[in-house]
């Protein structure tokens, strides 16, 4: 189940991988290389590799029988460094009307059941369970047995009252979830998930969470939007491209949100959205580097003809970083989703 041979540490996350090169990357010089994503692993959402590093899980081969059904897989590094700007993102607001309504749903045996969709290492739970009360039972979710070692390590332990919360994992693809699945729940929570699901699988979401009559708080889906300051002429074309790329194979991307509304709405729940921007700046370079690497990537990978271009911007783009003269909002939404609760009159 671990693939590299490394332990999750409580509290501290993800071990250091030493063989993983410098922390901080390298100033560049001139061109950039645009590490278009190897196969298997998310583009635009980490990891990218810097020239000479190592991968720091075993990611897809192609070619390779077997491991080439195998769906692309998220490095728990990438989760890591991106929890603290998820956290500071995140819509606080939503927190408010979500409790009143877990207030007001009758309790079975007590304690609220979480059920967490793609929760990888686990760091919704870690931001929400100590933001509700009363005992919490997680039900975290996810194809990716490494990454559910991680969430199951590092869960949280108390809610905002004190009150125990407890965690179990269960491997098995979103894509097939049923109301069954989510029979008993108090809530859904899906963090950095929505966009990378089609829409077939956002109405089986819809459903279930209907079906369950549990509320659903869907968090960090990207909006299609970013801006960097200073601006450069290549962003528009490269935000297009990344759009595009994220769009591949049916799947939502920067619709997400726009399709989930629509899925809630049409089986009676209420719906509120919310803006969750990432704001990178000076005090984040390691996360806007690998974003950055991950986002001009991605969109390459989509528009090849941007190559040439995308390695200076790229570069021009990480030296910016490296000197703190760069800023990044980097557009997301999170949506809250008042199912009427089962039993209760349409
Ligand atoms: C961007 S990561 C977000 C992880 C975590 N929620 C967070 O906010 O850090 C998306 C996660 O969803 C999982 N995932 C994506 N599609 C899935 C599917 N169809 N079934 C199960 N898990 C899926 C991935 O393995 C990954 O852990």
């Not at 890591?80 to 956290?87: C, H, I, N, Y």
């Not at 290492?121 to 490494?146: E, F, I, K, N």
């Not at 001009?296 to 941007?306: F, H, K, T």
Request: glycine letters at 10%; hydrophobic letters at 40%.
């Amino acid at each position: 189940m671990n693939d590299t041979g490394t332990t999750a540490q409580r509290g501290g996350g993800i071990p250091a991988q030493p063989e993983a090169g410098a922390a901080t990357p390298p100033a560049p010089r001139e061109a950039a290389t645009v590490t278009v994503p190897a196969a298997g692993v998310i583009p635009g959402a980490g990891p990218t590799e810097r020239p000479g590093e190592r991968r720091t899980v075993r990611l897809r081969e192609s070619g390779q029988g077997g491991e080439a059904d195998e769906p692309p897989r998220y490095a728990p590094q990438w989760l890591e460094l991106r929890e603290s700007a998820d956290a500071a993102a995140r819509a606080a607001e939503l927190v408010d009307p979500l409790r009143i309504r877990l207030a007001n749903l009758p309790r079975r045996g007590g304690g609220l059941v979480v059920h967490d969709l793609g929760c990888g290492t686990g760091s919704m739970g870690r931001w929400l369970a100590p933001r509700l009360d009363g005992a919490q039972h997680w039900v975290l979710h996810d194809r990716d047995p490494y990454l559910l070692h991680f969430a199951a390590v590092a869960s949280p332990r108390a809610a905002a009252d004190g009150s125990r919360v407890t965690v179990e994992t269960r491997r098995g693809d979103i894509a097939r979830l049923t109301p069954d699945a989510l029979a008993g729940a108090s809530l859904v929570t899906a963090s950095a998930l929505l966009d990378v699901l089609t829409g077939a699988e956002v109405e089986a979401l819809a459903a279930a969470c209907a079906g369950a009559g549990c509320p659903a708080l869907l968090t960090l889906s990207v909006a299609g939007r970013v801006e960097l300051t200073p601006h450069d002429p290549l962003d528009a074309e490269i935000t297009e491209a990344f759009n595009a790329h994220q769009r591949r194979s049916g799947l939502l991307g920067p619709d997400a949100v726009t399709a989930a509304c629509a899925a809630f709405a049409a089986r009676g729940a209420t719906v509120r959205v919310r803006p969750s921007p990432w704001r990178l700046g000076p005090g984040d370079p390691e996360l806007t580097a690998q974003w950055l690497r991950g986002w001009v990537g991605a969109a390459v990978e989509q528009r090849p003809g941007l190559a040439a271009r995308a390695g200076k911007y790229l570069a021009a783009r990480l030296a910016a970083c490296a000197a703190g003269e760069l800023r990044v909002t980097v557009h997301h939404s999170d949506l809250l989703a008042l199912c009427r609760p089962a039993g209760a009159a349409s």
